[in-house]
Every structure is written in C-alpha cells, then in structure tokens.
C-alpha cells in the first residue's frame, strides 16, 4: 500500500505542473462547511430558499431575477457571506467586474477567510484579478484557496508562480530522462 509520501512522488511525476506534496484528494473543498451557527435558524432558512432561487434564475438564463433574489438574502442576513458569493457571479456575468470585486471582498471579509463560501470567493475573485492583469494579488488568492481545499486555486497558484514550475519542469525532464535515455540522452559510443 503506497504512503502519503509515496502519493506525492507520484503525482508530481504524473503532473508535473503541481507542487510536491499535492495529492488529489487529501484536501478537498467539498469537504469544507460555512459556520452558520450564528444566524437565527428561521432567518437562515429564508436566505437560503432566496440564495436557491437565484441559483435557479441564474441557471435559466435570468440574471435580473437572480440579482433580486440575492439582493433580498443580503437585506435578511447582510452579515452571510453566501448571498454576496452568489451575488459576485452574477454581477460578474452581467459584465459588472468592479461590483464583482466588491462582493468577493465582502464575502472574503465576512467569512473570515475560512470555510466554502470564503474559498470559492477567493478562486472567484483570483480569476478576476488574473483577467485584470493582477496576477501577484492573484496568486495570493489562489494560495489562500489551495490551502482551504481548491485544487483548482493551487494549480493557478502554480502557474502563477515562474519558480515553481520551473523545478517542476525541471524534475519532469530529468525523469523523462531516466525513463528513456536512449531518447532523451545522447548516443555517444
């Protein structure tokens, strides 16, 4: 039975582009909750259904109807960060970049930066900021994902970050070297 560690070797050989240690599965996003304990359950329950609404709306193609339903989750619970995630995406598809932010700012704020709500806005707003041409503030929300589960966010972290996908490709070329050296290696007699 192979260990964590031999895991490791082994996804950074057959992925070189992740970092070392980066075993799929072992932290997982799906995995992470939203701390709501401190939300009236009655309240928490008719932002959720407004949230659910919206989901729907934005599904089906209904963004003004979906930025409503979120719109009326915020006014019931401002300090939830949910309603302004799921805010953030429509705005976002609208083509309101600058309210996007805003949004992701306030969901990262009230989450604390913990839990699912705080990593899928800080992968929503990483791709927001990569789009802007801000890839240092970028990677660090990429970074700050990774660590909560996103495997996605670590792999844009990696991409973000020119060291260390140069070890990995470096570490990639000298295995595919020793797994084919009459093809990668010289012929010399």
Do not use: W
Not at 17 to 26: A, M, Q, R
Not at 101 to 118: I, K, P, R
Request: charged letters at 25%.
């Amino acid at each position: 039975m192979a260990t964590a560690h031999d895991r490791a070797v082994l996804q950074t050989i057959f992925t070189p582009t992740t970092p070392f240690g980066d075993v799929p599965g072992l932290n997982r996003v799906e995995d992470l909750k939203d701390d709501d304990n401190e939300f009236d359950s009655h309240l928490l329950k008719q932002v959720k259904d407004l949230e659910l609404q919206g989901v729907a709306a934005a599904e089906l193609g209904d963004l003004p109807t979906a930025l409503e339903r979120f719109n009326e989750a915020i006014e019931v619970l401002p300090e939830r960060a949910s309603a302004y995630n799921n805010r953030a995406q429509t705005r976002r598809l609208q083509g309101d970049t600058e309210g996007a932010l805003e949004d992701l700012e306030q969901a990262v704020s009230l989450s604390g930066g913990a839990g699912y709500t705080a990593c899928q806005a800080l992968v929503q707003r990483g791709l927001l900021l990569r789009l802007a041409c801000r890839d240092e503030e970028a990677r660090v929300d990429f970074e700050r994902a990774a660590a909560l589960g996103s495997e996605f966010a670590r792999h844009q972290a990696v991409l973000l970050n020119p060291y260390a996908a140069l070890c990995n490709r470096m570490l990639s070329g000298v295995i595919n070297k020793l797994r084919n050296p009459e093809i990668n290696g010289s012929h010399d007699p």
